[in-house]
């Protein structure tokens, strides 16, 4: 067991921190205010080689590990945190299930621009009536000649606003064998997009509506039975969401120690009260072993794909790391971290989020105490259940 990066992996790690620092530092402030995708970092990321990064080289990716790509994520969002959602969204999010997924015509129309940063992709899953029961999504998709004729409504999707096409999940038929997804065009007829709506971490999102719009059979990513398979590759876009969370975790503690060595009140640095000490101890302990199981995942993922226990422990663990990390780091600012001057109070709206997008918390306790029952426990009450099987 050997818990140091290897020589490859620091020369990787110092040359995207160096890249950062000369291109994202000076409008790192700006960026995070602004709500909508930046497409101008995606293609600089993307002329770097940090777009597709775990996408294989016949793809047009990199063809490097996971790993590599946290490490992106790390070096990048320690100098603009806002910029590592476009690595998120290049090696991590549903880019990867398209890219697993998709029919060759299907890359050969869409991952050279997404990959180059052209174009943005959003996921569309959580319903209105469908969010932690995600397989409980109604938004279906009825074979009509060499058409798919979708009808249903998606919320929160990420970069909604900005996305040029949309991974959604939808019901071919009854029951979990059921489900699959589509790939929808922004300016397919039937289908159109909400008015933006804002999180408290700024970024917007629209509602998907869809009315009878009719996807052709071309546009089929995953067919009945699906679902298992996008499953797989969401434990992916699991641990981008990790990597961010400690991210910005450990960027807001780093400015607050920062702040703690350099401000002084009743005549001396703040460090040197044992309040604030014991403070940034624990900081250091969360973070310290939120990165040790965010790694084990990233580094045990077969094929590139991580097991759902080590994920669900690693997304648990960064989530609540990053977001205490931020709320402390703000805590040991005063006024000053609670206010927009730095990116401390973004880094912990932020990390907020996470604890609740691509399975919250909750959910994540849920499946790690099946691990350690070793049995299954359905949420759903037994009637529900009955009927499900039907
Ligand atoms: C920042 C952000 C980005 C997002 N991006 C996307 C996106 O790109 N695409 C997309 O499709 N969706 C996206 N979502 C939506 C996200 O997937 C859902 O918010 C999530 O699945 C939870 O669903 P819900 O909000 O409906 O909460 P609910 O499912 O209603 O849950 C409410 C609360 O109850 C808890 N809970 C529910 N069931 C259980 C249970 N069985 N046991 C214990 N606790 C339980 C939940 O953990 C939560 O705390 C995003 C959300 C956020 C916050």
Same mark, same amino acid.
């Given at each position: 067991?050997?818990?140091?990066?290897?020589?490859?992996?620091?020369?990787?790690?110092?040359?995207?921190?160096?890249?950062?620092?000369?291109?994202?530092?000076?409008?790192?402030?700006?960026?995070?205010?602004?709500?909508?995708?930046?497409?101008?970092?995606?293609?600089?990321?993307?002329?770097?080689?940090?777009?597709?990064?775990?996408?294989?080289?016949?793809?047009?990716?990199?063809?490097?590990?996971?790993?590599?790509?946290?490490?992106?994520?790390?070096?990048?969002?320690?100098?603009?945190?806002?910029?590592?959602?476009?690595?998120?969204?290049?090696?991590?999010?549903p880019?990867r299930t398209f890219?697993e997924y998709?029919?060759?015509?299907?890359?050969?129309?869409?991952?050279?621009?997404?990959?180059?940063?052209?174009?943005?992709?959003?996921l569309g899953m959580t319903e209105?009536?469908a969010g932690s029961a995600v397989t409980d999504l109604v938004t279906s998709a009825?074979?009509?000649?060499?058409?798919?004729?979708?009808?249903g409504?998606k919320?929160?999707?990420?970069?909604?606003?900005?996305?040029?096409?949309?991974l959604v999940y939808v019901r071919y038929r009854p029951g979990l064998g059921g489900i699959g997804s589509v790939?929808?065009?922004?300016?397919?007829?039937?289908?159109?997009?909400?008015?933006?709506?804002?999180?408290?971490?700024?970024?917007?999102?629209?509602?998907?509506?869809?009315?009878?719009?009719?996807?052709?059979?071309?546009?089929v990513l995953l067919g009945p039975g699906g679902f298992k398979k996008q499953m797989g590759s969401f434990n992916v876009e699991r641990?981008?969401?990790? +990597?961010?969370? #400690?991210?910005?975790? @450990?960027? !807001?503690? %780093?400015?607050? *120690?920062?702040?703690?060595?350099?401000? &002084?009140?009743?005549?001396?640095?703040?460090?040197?009260?044992?309040?604030?000490?014991?403070?940034?101890?624990?900081?250091?302990?969360?973070?310290? +072993?939120?990165? #040790?199981?965010?790694? @084990?995942? !990233?580094? %045990?993922?077969? *094929?590139?794909v991580?097991?759902a226990? &080590?994920?669900?422990?690693?997304?648990?663990?960064?989530?609540?790391?990053?977001?205490?990390?931020?709320?402390?780091?703000?805590?040991?600012?005063? +006024?000053?971290?609670?206010?927009?001057?730095?990116?401390?109070?973004?880094?912990? *709206?932020?990390?907020?989020?996470?604890?609740?997008?691509g399975g919250?918390?909750?959910m994540?306790?849920?499946r790690?105490?099946?691990?350690?029952?070793?049995?299954?426990?359905?949420?759903?009450?037994?009637?529900?259940?009955?009927?499900a099987a039907?």
């Amino acid at each position: 067991m050997n818990f140091e990066f290897t020589d490859e992996q620091k020369l990787f790690a110092e040359s995207v921190h160096r890249f950062a620092l000369a291109h994202l530092e000076k409008d790192a402030l700006k960026r995070a205010h602004a709500s909508r995708y930046p497409f101008d970092v995606a293609k600089l990321l993307s002329a770097q080689g940090l777009m597709g990064i775990t996408i294989p080289e016949a793809d047009g990716g990199i063809g490097g590990t996971l790993m590599d790509a946290v490490i992106a994520i790390e070096q990048i969002a320690a100098v603009c945190p806002r910029s590592s959602d476009v690595v998120q969204f290049g090696n991590f999010g549903p880019i990867r299930t398209f890219a697993e997924y998709a029919t060759p015509a299907q890359k050969a129309r869409w991952l050279p621009k997404l990959l180059a940063g052209d174009m943005v992709m959003s996921l569309g899953m959580t319903e209105p009536d469908a969010g932690s029961a995600v397989t409980d999504l109604v938004t279906s998709a009825k074979a009509d000649g060499q058409n798919y004729v979708i009808n249903g409504t998606k919320v929160f999707s990420t970069f909604s606003p900005d996305a040029a096409i949309f991974l959604v999940y939808v019901r071919y038929r009854p029951g979990l064998g059921g489900i699959g997804s589509v790939i929808v065009e922004r300016d397919m007829p039937g289908f159109t997009i909400g008015v933006p709506s804002s999180f408290m971490s700024g970024e917007q999102w629209c509602e998907l509506h869809f009315d009878n719009c009719r996807v052709p059979a071309e546009n089929v990513l995953l067919g009945p039975g699906g679902f298992k398979k996008q499953m797989g590759s969401f434990n992916v876009e699991r641990l981008g969401n990790s +990597a961010r969370s #400690l991210a910005f975790g @450990r960027y !807001a503690y %780093n400015v607050a *120690r920062e702040h703690a060595l350099t401000r &002084e009140q009743f005549g001396r640095p703040l460090c040197e009260f044992q309040g604030l000490q014991w403070k940034f101890a624990e900081m250091a302990i969360k973070l310290e +072993a939120a990165q #040790l199981l965010l790694y @084990r995942a !990233a580094v %045990n993922a077969d *094929r590139g794909v991580p097991s759902a226990y &080590e994920t669900a422990v690693a997304k648990a663990a960064c989530n609540q790391t990053g977001f205490e990390v931020a709320s402390e780091s703000v805590q040991v600012m005063g +006024a000053t971290g609670y206010s927009r001057e730095t990116l401390v109070e973004y880094c912990m *709206r932020r990390c907020r989020g996470w604890m609740i997008a691509g399975g919250s918390i909750e959910m994540l306790k849920n499946r790690i105490a099946e691990h350690v029952f070793d049995r299954r426990f359905d949420q759903r009450p037994p009637k529900a259940k009955a009927q499900a099987a039907e």
